[in-house]
């Protein structure tokens, strides 16, 4: 099994705060997609240009939807050919359409 990068106290807790300031944002922007107050469509622009939007997993995207729980975002990235393990940044046009097309719906 690898090791972990050898790290001074400075660099590892540089890197925590780092981490817990992209974990913030991500659920920031969770909280907005479930209160509503940011559409689906903003979210995907967000993800070319935000490095921290665009690696968030679709599949937790979608469950943050109002309406849509776990089992009914598995269902819609199955119908839209989506992978489980897929990230924004990493979705295609034709899926993108997709999904907006499909959450509008919803």
């Known amino acids: 099994m690898p ?3 050898a790290l001074t106290a400075e660099q590892r807790q540089a890197a925590l705060e780092k981490a817990a300031k992209v974990r913030r944002e991500r659920a920031d922007v969770k909280e ?3 209160s509503g107050a940011m559409p689906l469509s903003e979210l995907l622009q ?3 240009a935000d490095e921290t939007v665009g690696k968030m997993k679709v599949l937790s995207v979608l469950e943050s939807l109002p309406g849509l729980g776990k089992v009914k975002a598995r269902r819609l990235m199955e119908s839209v ?3 489980d393990s897929r990230r924004l940044q990493g979705l295609g046009a034709k899926q993108r359409a997709d999904l907006l097309k ?3 719906s919803h």
């Open 81 to 83: 050919g989506i992978a």
């Open 46 to 48: 967000r993800a070319d």
């Open 3 to 5: 090791q972990p990068p």
């Open 32 to 34: 907005k997609l479930k």
């Open 102 to 104: 499909e959450t509008a």
